[in-house]
């Protein structure tokens, strides 16, 4: 058992190793970088996206998968990555590319640690389909920029984990793991991604998705999108009773704050689908 006194150094062990980059923050696969960049200079086709991923045998096997699955199945099967992309589009490809490659960065050595990484996954997941059917009625915001957002928002917990697991191995403890996610993972999350170099409409996504009073101007945001389906997939899980009524994000995308999309026949069917796609 780790008392207080372990936990507030490491807490600030792990703050100056992030400050000093000397902590190990986890990296993209190249392929996922060259992928990522591309799309996001605009210098991307289908043909060469699908040359890019054509050597990575597992994330050409994901992609053909998800084109032929029900969210975007067409009238045909189709059994060439450049037609998956097609399909899919490139902003997909990207945020697919990057699903893969964060649910492959962390390999937990304890039993803890494993459960508290699955967890942190499943709320991504959950948050970034949410993420991505909210975006749906914003004309202003792109649904495959959504859900990266939404997906990228917990980020920050995996230098944490992988510390701990350093630290403490079979002997961390549960609370001490979320007591340190809950503290340091926000900061670390838009450290992370700046890192990456992601746009800054999706790097302050680990702090502001967690300000409810985030309002940075009357048009919506990514990160008012992650806010709204973080609260959503609170609500689902519990019996309600917050009062959110205050909260810009969601005037500022359309969501009455009562509502609980996740409970609602057409958007639940939607959000399991994304769930699917993104977790194979």
Not at 173 to 191: D, K
Request: charged share 20%; hydrophobic share 50%; proline share 5%.
């Amino acid at each position: 058992m780790q008392n207080a006194a372990e936990v507030a150094d490491l807490a600030e062990q792990i703050r100056y190793e992030v400050a000093n980059n000397q902590i190990q923050l986890p990296t993209l696969p190249e392929v996922a970088l060259k992928v990522r960049d591309a799309v996001e200079a605009d210098q991307a086709n289908a043909e060469t996206i699908a040359a890019m991923v054509g050597n990575d045998a597992a994330l050409s096997a994901r992609l053909l998968q998800v084109a032929n699955s029900p969210l975007y199945r067409g009238r045909n099967e189709i059994d060439s990555i450049q037609q998956a992309v097609t399909r899919l589009g490139l902003k997909m490809v990207r945020s697919l590319v990057v699903s893969l490659a964060m649910k492959q960065i962390f390999q937990a050595t304890s039993d803890a640690l494993d459960r508290e990484f699955r967890k942190i996954w499943d709320a991504s997941l959950q948050v970034a389909a949410i993420s991505r059917v909210l975006a749906g009625s914003v004309p202003e915001l792109e649904n495959e920029q959504a859900l990266l957002g939404g997906l990228i928002h917990n980020i920050g917990a995996l230098p944490i984990l992988t510390k701990i697991d350093e630290q403490y191995g079979f002997n961390a403890n549960v609370a001490v793991i979320e007591q340190l996610v809950t503290e340091l993972s926000p900061e670390i999350g838009t450290h992370i991604l700046q890192q990456w170099n992601f746009a800054e409409s999706l790097a302050n996504i680990p702090t502001a998705c967690l300000d409810l009073g985030y309002d940075p101007g009357p048009f919506p945001t990514y990160a008012d999108i992650v806010l709204v389906a973080r609260l959503q997939n609170i609500a689902a899980a519990s019996d309600g009773g917050a009062d959110w009524s205050q909260i810009p994000a969601f005037a500022k995308i359309g969501v009455e704050p009562e509502v609980v999309i996740v409970d609602m026949e057409g958007p639940a069917e939607e959000i399991a689908e994304v769930r699917v796609m993104l977790d194979g």
